[in-house]
């Protein structure tokens, strides 16, 4: 089982917001805030608040958010964890900024809505955006719930649940089943 | 000795020329050595020339005892309008300043109403900290805001950011950015200079390569850092992208180390070599039609 989300603020002492707006000045921040997933406890779900976060640029982002996620993906059979967004500002155009470096990273991450996710970032192709969103609206869902569904292959939709999952967009569990054998029900992260 | 300016800063071209002519003078000019900087023949100024003039007098205040002509050409009134609108007296060291107001009447530019808004300015600052990176480009958007759609403002402020930035970490000088928007050419011109070592002395030891212009390509086409072992080195990358993406037919130059070169989407091309002197000098006009 996941655990409640945790903040992951990117704040230092006193400050009330911050710009990540280059690469030298958010290196220490990478490095403490990867240092903060290693040692949280396995299924944690990360968020940042954008409400902390004002001006953005490529390499802010590439440091803060890319790099985080690139440790995500690197290591998420050891460390089953996962990181969001939320409260992106639309007076710093952050969504914006950050579509431009996922894209050009090649990462995708999540961000929260109020009553809503977006995906940023191309990542996941359109494929996987599909049974992604039918995981969120559904909250719960397995490989053969979706088969039914979008009547594919159940072994097709398997394959692309497991890289949703690998690539940190929906969680997973594994099931036991009655009549034996064993599944996984995938997650969305809220 | 004496170092003259063009008749014109106002091109690429026009600065690589007084760039020449600035390594003439270090060539030949020992420290602390008096040199008269004539103006007086400058009749013309934009964004790119003043952010060059105040990098470079920078650079020649700190190595010599300057003294200057200040322009007095039939164009002077404009030119030296122009360049206190772009709060160059501001920027430029001080005894530049004196000389000036020492030679010409300054009040009456400096009591003049700043009321036109039909060319949107950022006028040129100096940013020498990684902490003012972010207040210039939210100083940026702020003055953009409504102007232009909010990507484009991003694309903007992100360009400056990112350049800020290098110059500050990879050229170890201040740096002197400006932006001025033209609404009825639907352009916008950015400007961003520096008096640091450029970007091959930053480079050339950590990149493969057999010439300087190469090292000035891989710069701006692939992820070279002048930071060894991190990942990193995207920041030219994206200012090109960020240029292009949205009108092929923006303009991107950069003067540095010896040359003068216009980025295009895939490829960078050398306008034209002349002589190495301090600083990289980043000329852009984003299309905005």
């Known amino acids: 089982m996941v655990d409640a989300m945790r903040l992951i603020s990117l704040l230092h002492q006193e400050e009330k917001f911050i710009d990540l707006v280059g690469r030298r000045p958010a290196v220490p921040l990478k490095d403490a805030i990867i240092e903060l997933m290693e040692e949280a406890p396995k299924g944690t779900i990360f968020y940042y608040d954008l409400n902390e976060v004002r001006e953005v640029n490529g390499s802010g982002i590439h440091e803060v958010i890319v790099k985080p996620l690139e440790w995500l993906y690197e290591n998420f059979k050891s460390h089953e964890k996962f990181l969001i967004l939320k409260n992106l500002s639309v007076e710093y155009d952050h969504l914006y900024n950050i579509q431009i470096t996922c894209n050009k990273e090649k990462v995708s991450i999540i961000a929260q809505n109020e009553e809503s996710y977006e995906v940023i970032g191309n990542k996941a192709g359109d494929a996987l955006l599909e049974l992604l969103d039918l995981t969120y609206l559904h909250k719960q869902v397995t490989a053969r719930d979706l088969a039914k569904i979008l009547d594919k292959k159940h072994t097709l939709i398997a394959t692309h649940l497991t890289k949703l999952y690998e690539y940190r967009l929906i969680s997973r569990q594994e099931e036991q089943l009655q009549e034996g054998g064993r599944q996984y029900i995938y997650s969305s992260l809220f | ?289």
């Open chain 2, 1 to 289: 000795m004496q170092l003259t300016s063009p008749s014109n800063l106002s091109s690429i071209e026009d600065v690589h020329e007084w760039l020449n002519r600035c390594a003439t003078i270090y060539q030949n000019t020992e420290h602390n050595e008096r040199i008269n900087i004539d103006l007086s023949n400058l009749k013309w100024i934009s964004p790119v020339g003043n952010a060059a003039l105040a990098a470079t007098l920078h650079k020649l205040n700190s190595r010599y005892d300057i003294i200057i002509s200040i322009p007095d050409s039939d164009s002077a009134d404009k030119v030296i309008g122009y360049m206190e609108r772009m709060n160059f007296f501001e920027i430029c060291p001080k005894r530049i300043k004196t000389a000036f107001e020492n030679n010409c009447d300054m009040e009456k530019y400096y009591k003049r109403h700043r009321n036109d808004q039909t060319n949107t300015l950022f006028e040129l600052q100096r940013v020498e900290d990684y902490s003012e990176v972010g207040p210039l480009q939210k100083s940026i958007r702020d003055i953009m805001k409504g102007k232009l759609s909010p990507n484009r403002v991003s694309d903007i402020a992100s360009i400056i950011g990112e350049l800020a930035n290098n110059s500050i970490e990879h050229g170890g000088t201040p740096c002197f950015p400006c932006v001025q928007y033209y609404p009825q050419k639907k352009k916008v011109e950015i400007a961003i200079c520096d008096f640091g070592k450029g970007i091959v002395r930053t480079l050339k030891n950590l990149v493969p390569h057999n010439s300087s212009h190469e090292v000035v390509c891989k710069a701006i086409l692939t992820n070279a850092s002048g930071v060894e072992d991190e990942d990193r080195g995207r920041g030219l990358m994206e200012v090109k992208q960020r240029t292009f993406d949205w009108s092929r037919i923006s303009e991107f130059y950069v003067r540095t180390h010896d040359s003068a070169y216009q980025v295009f989407p895939n490829k960078v091309e050398t306008l034209d070599s002349g002589k190495y002197y301090f600083g990289t000098y980043y000329y852009i006009v984003i299309d905005i039609q």
